[in-house]
T-cell receptor
Framework: DAKTTQPPSMDCAEGRAANLPCNHS???????VYWYRQIHSQGPQYIIH???NNETNEMASLIITEDRKSSTLILPHATLRDTAVYYC?????????????FGPGTRLSVLP | DAGVIQSPRHEVTEMGQEVTLRCKPI?????LFWYRQTMMRGLELLIY????????DSGMPEDRFSAKMPNASFSTLKIQPSEPRDSAVYFC???????????FGQGTRLTVV
């Protein structure tokens, strides 16, 4: 079973920031938070990951709360091409295995 | 690098036939994963390899499924005999090491009739 909880769907206006929440209240100290997305009929695409500090790259920012029980993925200026299913995953730092579970994710629709 | 390459992209076969899906990971990546995606069950990890050695195959649904990685640049997922409930999109992914991003292929859409 996935160890994360995400809203099933969200809408965002084009050009605005998209803030996707993820709850991982049972996260362990050695587990990273990963975000992937899947655009229709394509393979999942890595976005970002982090352990406890906030992270930023060219695609997005990841904000992890101080207690690490939740996080938010931020797409600063959403475009129509960001419409996809976004997956939040927690996984140990030292292995993959059945811990790397994709839940149902959040279906983000970016509206013109 | 061309990324993770899977073949075929689409496969239609009759129930009872053997099906072989193929994957070429990104050169230099030590980890290779096979996933299955269906509407009902979402993305499921079937098996993963580290340096060509199967590490965790607990996601393989039953003995009809087998996976091999004879060398660092090639892996196969075989279903024998195939059944209609095996119809799904099968993804292969590779990763250079733990705690880094995994790169997914475009998938093979399998239809068993």
């Amino acid at each position: 079973d996935a160890k994360t909880t995400q809203p099933p769907s969200m809408d965002c206006a084009e050009g605005r920031a998209a803030n996707l929440p993820c709850n991982h209240s049972t996260i362990s100290g050695n587990e990273y938070v990963y975000w992937y997305r899947q655009i229709h009929s394509q393979g999942p695409q890595y976005i970002i990951h982090g352990l406890k500090n906030n992270e930023t790259n060219e695609m997005a920012s990841l904000i992890i709360t101080e207690d690490r029980k939740s996080s938010t993925l931020i797409l600063p200026h959403a475009t129509l091409r960001d419409t996809a299913v976004y997956y939040c995953i927690v996984s140990p730092t030292d292995n993959y295995g059945q811990n790397f579970v994709f839940g149902p994710g959040t279906r983000l629709s970016v509206l013109p | 690098d061309a990324g993770v390459i899977q073949s075929p992209r689409h496969e239609v076969t009759e129930m009872g036939q053997e099906v072989t899906l193929r994957c070429k990971p990104i050169s230099g990546h030590d980890y290779l994963f096979w996933y299955r995606q269906t509407m009902m069950r979402g993305l499921e990890l079937l098996i993963y390899f580290n340096n060509n050695v199967p590490i965790d195959d607990s996601g393989m649904p039953e003995d009809r499924f087998s996976a091999k990685m004879p060398n660092a640049s090639f892996s196969t997922l075989k279903i024998q005999p195939s059944e209609p409930r095996d119809s799904a999109v099968y993804f292969c992914a590779s990763s250079p090491q733990v705690n880094t991003e995994a790169f997914f292929g475009q998938g093979t859409r399998l239809t068993v009739v």
